[in-house]
């Protein structure tokens, strides 16, 4: 499983040099070269997928305990005093690479601040509503 024209692809099995974190038979974990913070890595499948809806759930299911990993060493190498783990899929969502991948950004208690949401208001009736049409596709 792998895509010729696709970047991350090269990267995540070392046919494009990068500043590697970590590298296992399933991952390869690069420094972002576009850093939201000192230290941001991005975890990088060796196969391609596009998104998280294409994604191996056996393969997934190594991920989050990686980031878990990542974001403990960053704390503790980087004095990073938290972190984030953000994971976009589609362009809407600011998906620009169509590798799968998942963001590690270690957050430091002097910034640099992130965008965050604003919180909406819904009504009760409305997120029963919402979360029964989702239900019925799962
Ligand atoms: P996303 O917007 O979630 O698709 O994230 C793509 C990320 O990949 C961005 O944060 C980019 O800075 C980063 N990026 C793009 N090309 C490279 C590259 N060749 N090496 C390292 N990071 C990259
Ligand atoms: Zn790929």
């Not at 000192?38 to 060796?46: Q, T, V």
């Not at 997928?49 to 878990?68: Q, R, S, T, V």
């Not at 590798?99 to 949401?117: F, K, N, S, T």
Request: with cysteine; aromatic share 6%.
């Amino acid at each position: 499983m792998r895509d010729d024209n696709c970047i991350f692809c090269k990267i995540a099995n070392g046919e494009i040099p990068s500043a590697t974190v970590y590298e296992d038979p399933d991952f390869r974990v690069i420094l972002d070269l576009g850093p939201a913070s000192k230290g941001h890595a991005l975890i990088l499948p060796k196969s391609h997928f596009k998104d998280l809806c294409d994604a191996d759930p056996e393969a997934m299911a190594k991920i989050l305990p990686l980031a878990g990993r990542l974001g403990k060493a960053m704390k503790e190498s980087l004095n990073a005093s938290g972190f984030n783990v953000v994971q976009n899929n589609g362009a809407s969502a600011g998906q620009t690479v169509f590798h799968l991948h998942v963001h590690v950004i270690p957050r430091y208690d002097g910034g640099p601040e992130m965008v965050a949401w604003k919180p909406g208001k819904e009504e009760a009736e409305e997120l029963a509503k919402t979360a029964e049409k989702v239900a019925a596709q799962l």
